[in-house]
Nanobody
Framework: QVQLVESGGGSVQSGGSLRLSCAAS????????KGWFRQASGKEREWVST???????NYADAVKGRFTISQANDKRTVYLQMNSLKPEDTAMYYC???????????????????WGQGTQVTVSS
């Protein structure tokens, strides 16, 4: 089993920055992809960014150029540096990890078998 714990959320003004962290524990040897999703109130969960074991990154158009995903050398912690935050970035942010043989695409939540509890990000104008 893999456990994911997010931290780093909070409230900032528009244009501000936050850095989210996601620490993985347990048997992470099979994890090949980690990502961040977000869910605003009343909306569906939305893919934000992913990073694989080789360090290849992908970003949603809405955050490209503002957010940066990275991972620690031991691959157990993944970060999301969020700059130039906008009110539309307000959401609960979830860390996710994929370790199964199934794959529905890196943007599809069904690819990810492990999820954190979420951390709230609120951006005021």
């Amino acid at each position: 089993q893999v456990q994911l714990v997010e931290s780093g959320g909070g409230s900032v003004q528009s244009g501000g920055s936050l850095r989210l962290s996601c620490a993985a524990s347990g048997d992470t040897s099979g994890i090949h992809l980690k990502g961040w999703f977000r869910q605003a109130s009343g909306k569906e969960r939305e893919w934000v960014s992913t990073i694989n074991k080789a360090g290849t990154t992908n970003y949603a158009d809405a955050v490209k150029g503002r957010f940066t995903i990275s991972q620690a050398n031991d691959k157990r912690t993944v970060y999301l540096q969020m700059n130039s935050l906008k009110p539309e970035d307000t959401a609960m942010y979830y860390c996710a990890a994929a370790g199964g043989s199934f794959y529905y695409g890196l943007r599809n939540p069904k690819t990810f078998g492990y999820w954190g509890q979420g951390t709230q990000v609120t951006v005021s104008s």
